[in-house]
């Protein structure tokens, strides 16, 4: 089946610094999703990404649709101490079919 | 309003119960999702209700039974669970096709004693 991979499975990033996580696939996707998820939350969306090579903001938050419709990236800038949580993308091979999850990346913030 | 609601945020059941965790949204999304999470893992697929009607079973166990009242209301009933069925369970909405991507509730957190 279709998988995502996300690595590392944690990071560890001072306050202030910024982080850039990847997403890849074996498979293309149309769609590309970045969520985050807080202890006891469910996730939310950070941003949802459809065309190669689309590069879309949020805030402090940029995300990139890869050229060959296999990978993505989230780059968070300034990092403080909320952005901590677990981030997952997510991606869509075509309109109504399910979404694959990455295993998601922990995030962890030093003040 | 952009919110997915499900009641209860905690629930504790024994292996003999029957239970409904109950999800609602007033988006006007026509498809509803339910996932199960265990911790530090990514959500997975249970259901899919589009249009309400049932268009996906991941091959959920039968005590595992959802239910799609309306278009706005989703229910997942519960009964003889077991303890490893114990997870922090996802409602979601969107609109069927791209352009509306999944909005998550924030889940009930079932613990099966």
Redesign the interface.
Known sequence: GQQLNQSPQSMFIQEGEDVSMNCTSSSIF??W?W?KQEP??????LI?L?KAGELTSNGRLTAQFGITRKDSFLNISASIPSDVG?Y?CAGRSQ??S??T????I?LSVRP | DTE?T?TPKHLVMGMTNKKSLKCEQHMGHRAMYWYKQKA????E?MF?Y?YEKLS?NESVPSRFSPECPNSSLLNLHLHALQPEDSALY?C?SSQ????T???????T?LTVV
Request: aromatic share 12%; proline share 9%; no cysteine.
């Open positions: 149309n769609t999703l969520y006891g939350e469910g996730p939310v969306l949802a459809y677990i997952f309109a109504n399910k979404l999850f990455g295993k998601g922990t | 997915v499900q530090k893992k990514p959500p697929l899919v589009s996906i996802l979601a069927p096709g791209r352009g991507e999944a909005f998550f509730g924030q889940g957190r």
